[in-house]
């Protein structure tokens, strides 16, 4: 089953302007990722936010973590139409690498 | 470093039949997780091995099974196939101590 929500299922946006995607789970957690994936392809690991963290940036990307309310959210500034991709949040807790994965956000990035 | 490879990349079967997907993880990784991918239900966990042995489990039938070999490639096995079978199925590798999963890009299964 899937762990939660993410918000919205799809976003349109031009060139240049920033792109953000939420992103609710249920459980406790160890650590949130966020994954990239091109046209029904492989997963592309984006960055990983751990549990006893707010913020972080990679590059052109930013997450936050809010435990408390149990969400995070993808920020991705200046995009391209490189970035035209489904993105999805996915959570592990407990012991091991099992991933929990969000609903995902197809995003797409018209010139 | 070559990247986690799957094989086949597509396999066009019928119901009742079986089939074996592979999949060899990045050199050095030692545990490898399996996903499937539907429109209908999303990504959802199969199966993880590490060292040859099962860490963790999906919620998916016995119809549905995996192994992992002592050069950490892996199989999974999925016995008389069913329409809702069809997917895309994605294999993971990651190192001792991480979390960070490395995709390959997945084998796509057509039962008809």
Redesign the interface.
């Known amino acids: 089953s899937q762990q939660g929500e993410e918000d919205p299922q799809a976003l349109s946006i031009q060139e240049g302007e920033n792109a953000t995607m939420n992103c609710s789970y249920k459980t406790s957690i160890n650590n949130l990722q966020w994954y990239r994936q091109n046209s029904g392809r492989g997963l592309v690991h984006l960055i990983l936010i751990r549990s006893n963290e707010r913020e972080k940036h990679s590059g052109r990307l930013r997450v936050t973590l809010d435990t408390s309310k149990k969400s995070s959210s993808l920020l991705i500034t200046a995009s391209r139409a490189a970035d035209t991709a489904s993105y999805f949040c996915a959570t592990i807790g407990g012991g091991g690498n099992k991933l929990t994965f969000g609903t995902g956000t197809q995003l797409k990035v018209e010139l | 470093k070559a990247g986690?490879t799957q094989t086949p990349r597509y396999l066009i079967k019928t119901r009742g039949q079986q089939v074996t997907l592979s999949c060899s993880p990045i050199s050095g990784h030692r545990?490898v997780?399996w996903?499937q991918?539907t429109p209908g239900?999303?990504?959802?966990?199969l199966f993880?091995y590490?060292s040859e042995t099962q860490?963790?489990k999906?919620?998916f039938p016995g119809r549905f099974s995996g192994r992992q070999f002592s050069n950490s490639r892996s199989e999974m096995n999925v016995s008389t196939l069913e329409l809702g079978d069809s997917a895309?199925y994605?294999c993971?590798s990651?190192l001792v101590g991480s979390?960070?999963?490395?995709?390959?890009?997945?084998t796509?299964l057509t039962v008809l």
């Open positions: 986690v545990s997780s996903y991918q239900q999303g990504l959802q966990f993880e590490f860490r963790n999906g919620n895309l994605l993971a990651s979390n960070e999963q490395f995709f390959g890009p997945g796509r």
